[in-house]
């Protein structure tokens, strides 16, 4: 079973930045996208940005408007490692962080479209 883990969540300043990692327990065909999703206290989990894992697949990062500009989605295939940089966090980025993997290519902004998820990984934007 793969299994994702996520690290680098903390507590941060408005206007700072933090680099979010997702290690993949093994090399798998069976995942063919990766993404980024959040949820804050009370809120519904939101995707954030999706990275095209299968190394045959060239479609670009995608970015939820909330984060476009500010956040870069990127991965390792070869490390087996997908990272998420963030920077000029606001409060409104607070949330728990989680790292998902799916073997569909289509639908990635919807959560049930993932069968693989990390524990969640904190990260807290504030003065």
């Known amino acids: 079973q793969v299994q994702l883990v996520e690290s680098g969540g903390g507590l941060v300043q408005p206007g700072g930045s933090l680099r979010l990692s997702c290690a993949v327990s093994?090399?798998?065909?069976?995942?063919?996208?990766m993404s980024w999703f959040r949820q804050a206290p009370d809120k519904e989990r939101e995707f954030v940005a999706r990275?095209?894992?299968?190394?045959?697949?060239?479609?670009?990062?995608s970015y939820a408007d909330s984060v476009k500009g500010r956040f870069t989605v990127s991965g390792d295939n070869a490390e087996n490692t997908l990272y998420l940089q963030m920077n000029a966090l606001t409060p409104e980025d607070t949330a728990v962080y989680y790292c998902?993997?799916?073997?569909?290519?289509?639908?990635?902004?919807?959560?049930?479209?993932?069968?693989?998820w990390g524990q969640g990984t904190q990260v807290t934007v504030s003065s």
């Open positions: 990275f095209a894992w299968n190394p045959w697949n060239e479609d670009l990062p």
């Open positions: 093994e090399h798998t065909f069976s995942i063919i996208t």
């Open positions: 998902a993997g799916s073997s569909r290519n289509t639908h990635y902004i919807f959560a049930a479209t993932y069968e693989y």
